[in-house]
Nanobody, 117 residues
Framework: QVQLVESGGGLVQPGGSLRLSCAASGRIFSIYVMSWYRQAPGKQRELAAY???????NYADSVKGRFTISRDNGKNTVYLQMNSLKPEDTAVYYC???????????WGQGTQVTVSS
């Protein structure tokens, strides 16, 4: 079983920055994709960014140029650096790990990000 623990959420003013972390533990296959999703109140969960084991990344248009996803494979940890935050970035942010060999998915419990003055 794999466990994901997110941290780093909080309240920030518009234009500010936050850095989210997601640490994975347990039995993890070496090839996996780590992603950050977000869900705003009353909206569906959406993909914000993902990063493959080899380092390839992809971003939603809404966060491109402002968010940066990175990973430390030795620590099984993924990060999301969020800059120039906007009120519309307010959401619960979830980390997801996808094992490419098995197709199994694991989710974290979520961390709240609130952008408000």
């Amino acid at each position: 079983q794999v466990q994901l623990v997110e941290s780093g959420g909080g309240l920030v003013q518009p234009g500010g920055s936050l850095r989210l972390s997601c640490a994975a533990s347990g039995r993890i296959f070496s090839i996996y994709v780590m992603s950050w999703y977000r869900q705003a109140p009353g909206k569906q969960r959406e993909l914000a960014a993902y990063i493959r084991s080899g380092g390839d990344t992809n971003y939603a248009d809404s966060v491109k140029g402002r968010f940066t996803i990175s990973r430390d494979n030795g620590k099984n940890t993924v990060y999301l650096q969020m800059n120039s935050l906007k009120p519309e970035d307010t959401a619960v942010y979830y980390c997801k790990l996808l094992e490419e060999a098995t197709g199994r998915e694991y989710w974290g419990q979520g961390t709240q990000v609130t952008v408000s003055s």
